[in-house]
């Protein structure tokens, strides 16, 4: 069973910057694919970004990437969005999501079935 806390959420003006974490626990992190979807007001959950368990290759949705940065901290089992350049159509409810892999450079690019989810954090983007 693996555990995933997610922090960092609040409320920033177009253009700030946060930076989420995803804190996990349980089985061995190191051999999970994570990454982040989001759900807007009266929107479905998308995928914004993903980074697999060797951290050598990553994902990023369109609509995030050049201003959304994914890394990971294997030492600390946590996983980082730092997200720079927002914007109002970044508000969401953003939940972290892991998925084993036996592949160490596999990465998700949807929800293909994760295996664990975080309960989300709320970012609020005020123009």
């Known amino acids: 069973q693996v555990q995933l806390v997610e922090a960092g959420g609040g409320s920033v003006q177009a253009g700030g910057a946060l930076r989420l974490s995803c804190a996990a626990s349980g089985r061995t992190f190191s051999r999970y694919a994570m990454g982040w979807f989001r759900q807007g007001p009266g929107k479905e959950r998308e995928f914004v970004v993903a980074i697999s368990w060797s951290g050598s290759s990553t994902y990023y949705a369109d609509s995030v990437k050049g201003r959304f940065t994914i890394s990971r901290d294997y030492g600390k089992n946590t996983v980082y969005l730092q997200m720079n350049s927002l914007k109002p159509e970044d508000t969401a409810v953003y939940y972290c999501?892991?998925?084993?892999?036996?592949?160490?450079?596999?990465?998700?690019?949807?929800?293909?079935?994760?295996?664990?989810w975080g309960k989300g954090t709320l970012v609020t983007v005020s123009s």
């Open positions: 999501a892991a998925k084993s892999s036996p592949a160490g450079s596999y990465y998700f690019t949807k929800d293909n079935g994760m295996d664990y």
